[in-house]
């Protein structure tokens, strides 16, 4: 086993003093130490037992003031998770409300017949709210996925079909697709595809990749949705499109956080720039892998591997 | 004429929800906390709840059960409308008997009020 408590140590943002990986190595340490050591003190040198009962009794007292060292970290780190669930609680309720309030707001405040006598140049001004307030929304949507996926309870597993969830998706993506005039084809095979992972974040996964295919294809574009098994273990997914494509130069950002390719900026300017970090991080953390291959103005395909279990 | 009793602590969404409902030809009652909520609902006993969960003084959960213990309220159909996304929220809100649970952000008003006329017809 590799020993990183260092860098794992960096990761929960505790000094190496106050970090229990850490502590507890250095406890075991030194009562093995201590132990083989006033072992041959205690046969060759000290003749007195009550002089190895003080030092013994010494060293219990070091290794208590860690033990309570690693107590506290350890309720620290509870804390720290505690906040970030209360973060998480904030944004999605409490940023999420103003924003749903500001959308529809708009929408009925769009149907007054005041507002169609409106000259053009108005239209023009509400449809930039508008494109600003789902930009709003987006990144609010984002940022609560990326808080979930941080929490370990979501990781929780049951049997599902794979190709039934992505069904799914395409069904109730289908007004996207329609309004974007594009062809979405699925090529699933075989019919059912059972794996154990957590549902929702491998709908979440199909629903990133399917929304950037259709968003960054071109009118009467294709979207092909192929799932295969790879030996009995794996599972393919992969999510073609005739898009847009991926710069060359952009493509070793892909996956950064807030980074958006300046092509699909120009195309789309509501995303938040989270959702291929999203897709990544869920992908490995389910012992997956996620490869794509883009060709400019020709297209993408995305590429998962993933264990069934 | 169909009562609509609102209950949702936001007063913009109040205005905005309960105008459009108005103009659709509903009565629209208001409540913007739970306890209020519960009260009209036992009053004035609408033909549908459009219920807030995160609310002052009664949680909207709290208030569901109270609704569905009470032989008067038991049957009034109620959507949850809400931000609140987690999935033992909607177990517990369908358990009590909620006819949708909808998380306000993936929602058109429109739609919304598409779904109100379904469920009160």
Known sequence: ?309 | MKKILFIEDEATLQKTIGETLRKEGYKVLSALDGETGLRLAQQELPDLILLDLILPKMHGLDLLAKLREDEKTKDIPVIVLTNIENPQGIEKAVSLGARAYLVKSDYKLDEVIKKIKETIQ
């Open chain 1, 1 to 309: 086993m590799r020993l990183k408590f260092i860098s794992n140590c960096k990761s929960l943002g505790l000094p190496l003093w106050q970090c229990p990986q850490f502590l507890f190595l250095v406890m075991g340490v030194i009562n093995i130490v201590s132990t083989i050591f006033f072992y041959f003190l205690g046969q060759r040198y000290i003749d007195d037992p009550r002089i190895v009962a003080l030092i013994v009794s010494a060293i219990s007292a070091i290794l208590f003031v860690i033990a309570y060292v690693i107590t506290r970290s350890l309720e620290d780190l509870v804390e720290i998770n505690k906040l970030k669930e209360d973060f998480s609680n904030i944004v999605s309720h409490q940023l999420r409300a103003p924003i749903t309030n500001l959308k529809w707001l708009l929408e009925s405040v769009q149907k007054e017949k005041e507002i169609k006598q409106l000259p053009p140049s108005y239209k023009e001004y509400f449809e930039l709210i508008e494109e600003n307030i789902q930009r709003m929304d987006n990144l609010v949507n984002d940022l609560v996925i990326v808080a979930k996926i941080k929490n370990p309870r979501v990781f929780s597993k049951h049997p599902f079909d794979l190709n039934k969830i992505i069904r799914e998706v395409v069904k109730n993506f289908s007004p996207l697709i329609r309004a974007s005039n594009i062809k979405v084809e699925l090529d699933c095979n075989p019919d059912k595809i059972e794996i154990t992972q957590p549902e929702d974040l491998l709908k979440t996964v199909v629903e990133n990749l399917l929304d950037n295919a259709i968003r960054y294809n071109k009118p009467k574009g294709r979207v092909r949705i192929i799932t295969r098994n790879k030996g009995r273990k794996k599972v393919i997914l992969k999510i073609q499109d005739t898009g847009i494509g991926i710069p060359d130069k952009s493509k070793q950002f892909l996956f950064q956080k807030f980074f958006r390719a300046s092509n699909a900026m120009e195309k789309d300017p509501c995303g938040s720039g989270l959702g291929l970090f999203i897709v990544k991080t869920i992908v490995e953390r389910l012992g997956g892998k996620i490869y794509f291959s883009s060709k400019l103005s020709k297209g993408t395909i995305f590429t998962i591997i993933l264990p069934k279990n």
